[in-house]
């Protein structure tokens, strides 16, 4: 099992930039997965960027959705078990919860962002305002 706790959300003009963290706890040992997500309201929840990390080994290339490339950097400090997401050039479409959420890797590594079902252990999430 994992435990998650985000933060460094806020409200920023667009143009602007957050530092979003998330801590993890738990069954970190090993291989597993961290995807970052988002829900606007009236929206489905999108995937934005995953780290596949290799527990005190360090991480792959993280992946991005085609939406945030170029703007957002996903990373890892092994050293502390935190995950970041920097997000620059933020635009009143990325307003959302943010969310961080862990599963375990399997035989072929993480599965990609649009199977939510792989990623069963979520924080609380933080808000993250971008205006106009």
């Known amino acids: 099992q994992f435990q998650l706790v985000e933060s460094g959300g806020g409200s920023v003009q667009a143009g602007g930039s957050l530092r979003l963290s998330c801590r993890i706890s738990?069954?970190?040992?090993?291989?597993?997965?961290v995807g970052w997500f988002r829900q606007a309201p009236g929206k489905e929840r999108e995937g934005v960027a995953r780290i596949d990390s290799r527990g005190i080994d360090g991480s792959d290339t993280p992946t991005y959705a085609d939406f945030v490339k170029g703007r957002f950097t996903a990373s890892e400090d092994n050293a502390n078990n935190t995950l970041y997401l920097q997000m620059n050039a933020l635009k009143p479409e990325d307003t959302a919860m943010y969310y961080c959420a862990a599963g375990y890797s399997g035989l072929y590594g993480c599965a990609p962002l649009t199977t939510i079902s792989e990623y069963p252990y979520w924080g609380q999430g933080t808000q993250v305002t971008v205006s106009s």
């Open positions: 738990g069954d970190i040992s090993s291989r597993y997965c």
